[in-house]
């Protein structure tokens, strides 16, 4: 039943248990039954043993309602269960390697067919999953809507929206307070928080109040959900929505004929100071990207083009770049020279090192096709990126994300390596589970374990000296991969040939039911 608040059994008999659970304001009703015997054992569990025979079953339901539930049978239930996981099969896309003379390609379909599971179980649900689903407990359980498509916006590329519409709603039914954050920072329109709870409020953090790359992601998921159904139904549910996030995209200070983004702001490479950071390179590109969906949505709707949208597309600062590189951010004009140096290139321990973290301005050709990024300037990035990282601290989703940019950069073999780049945040085990570890240079090679009895044992550490394990898994590695996959696969707008984003010699791509990437 769970650690922490209070349970409290409402009525009971020897095979069934019908129980509520307070956690602070939260309630919740649970209801277990068996074909053996349940017996409360202390404050916080629940056992249930056998009558006779090696055949124990327990069916538990979770309700928000008081009311007692009606169980369905053990057998209506495995039918149910058996039943949606045909349709999740069947009916979804799929991508199949066989054929492929390239060693990694079995691997590689493990993961994704793993990742779909792992993904339809942990972040598919009526609320934006938290980034280690269901599995465990992070950030004091709040989930981050930065990570929102990391999660779930393969599913509706990969033929099935209806998951992604579980958590969708979400944005909708909170569009008020979205609307007052906005009014509260003097803008208009929506303002999404980074990480929050279900209620809508912005978690106090460090990070957490600058981040802003959240922002045009509801005309993503809109959009993709869009792309898979091509409905009008899709533009009716999700127009508001869109329109209240662009009305923030197109309300950003104007200064010196130009939109600025920032100060106060971070990147999503999160390693800026808030107070001197403007024009991230992702970000310009991305809320132009977004207040141009939200155009299309209008025209798609019979409507005109908002003029006052037009008129910021036109005014965003450009994507900044030096010596031939894009930068990460405007106002870091020397980032390339100081990561090429000998104190910082792949080893950004130095606290004016910043060639770590999420190298997210490749983002703006890869998970979006920025539409004034110059792929000749983004290739020398992507090289610059690989020469020059400390891909030592990096995450799960960056792999398949630079994977996506050499993919629309034209270079597959390079799309593929990425996806299998041997580091520690990328490292998939039989579970197809990827964990979070952080560079730590107190970590040493023995971690302590649970010895039994209150004991304590010294273990091996799985990651080595040098790094902690934060996390035994991160979900948003899973979702990545199926977005970059299905996108290497069926291709993007603008691409060419059949599987664009797979080498020709060692692949072979078969593809279904997978909607291009924007």
Not at 236 to 260: C, F, I, K, Q
Not at 271 to 295: C, H, I, K, S
Not at 348 to 367: Q, V
Not at 418 to 427: G, H, P, S, Y
Request: glycine letters at 8%; hydrophobic letters at 40%; a positive charge.
């Amino acid at each position: 039943m769970g650690r922490g608040g209070t349970t409290a059994i409402l009525s009971r008999r020897p095979d069934r248990i019908h129980l509520r659970r307070t956690l602070d304001a939260t309630h919740y009703w649970s209801t277990v039954s068996t074909n053996g015997v349940l017996a409360q054992q202390g404050t916080a569990a629940i056992a249930a043993r056998s009558k006779s025979g090696d055949r124990l079953t327990v069916i538990a339901l979770f309700d928000d309602k008081a009311a007692p539930a009606r169980l369905p049978s053990v057998q209506a239930a495995a039918t149910a269960v058996a039943d949606h996981w045909r349709d999740f099969w069947t009916r979804g896309g799929a991508v199949d390697f066989s054929g492929s003379t390239d060693p990694r390609a079995k691997e590689l379909e493990r993961r994704v067919v793993l990742s779909q599971y792992l993904s339809a179980i942990n972040g598919a649900g009526t609320l934006p999953p938290q980034e280690e689903g269901l599995f465990s407990n992070s950030w004091y359980g709040k989930f981050h809507l930065e990570m929102h498509p990391w999660h779930a916006a393969w599913q509706p590329l990969w033929g099935h929206p209806e998951l992604l519409e579980r958590s969708l709603p979400w944005y909708v039914a909170h569009l008020p307070k979205a609307r007052a954050e906005a009014q509260r920072h003097r803008v208009k329109g929506a303002w999404w928080p980074k990480m929050t709870g279900p209620e809508g409020r912005n978690s106090p953090s460090l990070v957490s109040p600058f981040l802003m790359w959240q922002q045009p992601h509801p005309i993503l998921l809109a959009e993709l959900v869009w792309r898979s159904r091509k409905d009008t139904a899709t533009l009716d549910r999700y127009a508001e929505l869109v329109e209240a996030t662009a009305d923030l995209l197109a309300s950003w200070p104007l200064a010196g004929g130009r939109r600025n983004l920032g100060p106060p702001l971070i990147p999503a490479q999160e390693n800026y100071d808030p107070m001197t950071t403007v024009n991230p390179v992702f970000e310009v590109e991305y809320f132009r990207w977004g207040l141009e969906t939200a155009q299309a949505w209008r025209e798609r709707r019979g409507l005109k083009r908002r003029a006052d949208w037009d008129a910021a597309l036109a005014s965003i600062a450009p994507p900044a770049v030096r010596d031939g590189l894009y930068l990460p951010v405007e106002t870091l004009p020397d980032f390339w020279t100081v990561a090429q140096s000998a104190e910082c290139r792949g080893n950004a321990g130095a606290a004016r090192c910043k060639n770590r973290d999420h190298p997210s301005f490749l983002m703006a050709y890869g998970f979006i096709r920025g539409a004034r990024i110059d792929p000749a300037i983004m290739r020398r990035a992507l090289d610059a990126v690989a020469a020059n990282w400390d891909l030592r601290q990096t995450w799960g989703w960056d792999f398949p994300m630079m994977a996506m940019t050499a993919a629309r950069l034209g270079e597959p073999e390079k799309a593929v390596d990425w996806l299998f780049a041997d580091r520690k945040n990328n490292q998939w085990g039989p579970t197809g589970m990827t964990p979070r570890v952080h560079l730590d240079e107190h970590a040493s090679e023995l971690v302590p374990v649970s010895g039994g009895a209150g004991g304590v044992a010294m273990a091996s550490n799985p990651d080595g000296p040098g790094y902690r394990r934060a996390a035994e898994t991160y979900f948003p590695s899973n979702g990545s991969l199926l977005m970059a996959v299905g996108m290497m696969a069926a291709g993007w707008d603008g691409a060419t040939g059949h599987a664009p984003g797979f080498p020709r010699r060692g692949w072979t791509v078969r593809v279904e039911g997978i909607t291009p990437a924007p």
